[in-house]
């Protein structure tokens, strides 16, 4: 039995994650997930799923409720003691989840091994558990990160021993042996009514100044996109009027006619590649903000850790992005598109002859070459 511990709340949109309960299931290896909420639920025939519940606050007024949740809390600590001799691998997610999965190790299952898989790095300066995630880190067996670079900067940061055996899983979707969901994803001509003879970019999750946002803004807004093409956001939550760049996308897509804001449900990863299927060019345009302890450092040496990244290579669909090292280096490789320093160099690139075959072609190959994680993740489970 394994246990996966993570403070996170996007265990089930995180492909990666997602692919190692499915494959856990497939081999009907069951897998206890302990987490503190979980947003985006799937039902699975070998998991169980704990919403673990904080001690309660003993002083709180509401005398019944603090009851309530002292009952849940007892309930759990006795079911971790039940499961434990069942369990053989303890998993920790990010900074929070290993330091979470080192004390249920030491208080309930001190014979499990403990698995460190990381998507996000904490920087010693950033982050106030630092001490705690390097304690916990003495008593990894494994270590499950994207590529080398990260590799490289989570053992630095964390004081990793070199002896503790890494698998590298990118952050990408597996191919499973089976489809979640054949329903049809929403046709973005038709509802829009958008001709044929305009091609289509889209911008792909979380729309934030640190994925990319003020740089749409300032493509739209000054008009850097050519006639010919039509810009779509997909963005997994809806836009809020009250934050100020979501306010000022909101007005420009009520003003522009090749502009539009999407939030049409994407139930599965399968068809969100049915989706981008859809698109001539996809943006990825992270920018980091070293002030920000998530998307600073990390954002910056992204290395194989982007989704949308390599949702755009298994769906076919060339990109352009801005001049991360990562990025830089994967188009020198295999030219899945272009890599810009401004947005200046939008309309240049769109308003040359561009072969989308081609580059389509390329991206198909690199998600093959470097970021399919079906073979890495059912490697990671062996030995198990």
Aim: aromatic share 16%; charged share 25%.
């Amino acid at each position: 039995m394994i246990l996966v511990v993570t403070k996170n709340s996007d265990t089930f949109s995180n492909p990666t994650l997602f692919g190692l309960f499915k494959f856990l299931e497939e081999r009907k290896i069951k897998s206890i997930l302990i987490c503190t909420e979980n947003f985006f639920n799937y039902k699975f025939n070998y998991n169980k799923i704990i919403i673990w519940q904080k001690q309660p606050n003993y002083r709180a007024k509401n005398i019944f409720k603090t009851s309530c949740a002292l009952f849940i809390y007892i309930k759990q600590k006795f079911f971790i003691q039940f499961v434990s001799k069942k369990v053989t691998t303890i998993i920790g997610v990010d900074p929070e989840g290993i330091i979470w999965a080192d004390e249920i190790r030491h208080h309930y299952i001190p014979n499990a091994t403990l698995d460190y898989l990381s998507f996000e790095i904490f920087w010693k300066h950033a982050y106030k558990n630092k001490k705690k995630e390097i304690e916990a880190c003495k008593r990894l067996r494994n270590l499950i990160v994207q590529d080398a670079l990260r590799e490289k900067l989570l053992r630095s940061e964390s004081q990793i021993n070199n002896n503790i055996k890494t698998f590298y899983i990118p952050v990408a979707i597996p191919d499973f042996k089976e489809k979640f969901n054949n329903d049809k994803v929403v046709d973005i001509r038709r509802k829009y009514n958008i001709s044929s003879d305009k091609k289509l970019i889209v911008f792909f999750g979380t729309f934030a100044k640190w994925s990319g946002g003020e740089l749409i803004y300032e493509l739209i807004n000054n008009k850097k996109l050519p006639d010919n093409y039509v810009l779509i956001i997909h963005s997994r939550y809806p836009f809020n009027s009250k934050d100020d760049l979501q306010n000022r996308m909101i007005q420009l897509a009520n003003e522009r006619e090749n502009f539009f804001i999407s939030t049409d449900y994407i139930s599965s990863f399968n068809q969100t590649i049915d989706y981008l299927t859809q698109f001539d060019l996809g943006f990825v345009f992270y920018v980091p903000d070293f002030n920000n302890m998530y998307v600073g450092e990390n954002i910056y040496n992204i290395g194989l850790a982007s989704g949308k990244f390599s949702q755009y290579m298994k769906a076919g669909l060339p990109a352009i992005t801005v001049n991360l090292p990562t990025y830089v280096e994967l188009n020198n490789e295999y030219n899945f598109g272009y890599t810009i320093n401004t947005v200046d160099e939008i309309p240049v690139i769109l308003n040359n002859n561009i072969n989308y075959k081609l580059l389509s072609q390329n991206t198909l190959r690199l998600f093959k070459e470097k970021l399919n994680p079906t073979i890495r993740l059912n490697q990671y489970i062996d030995q198990l």
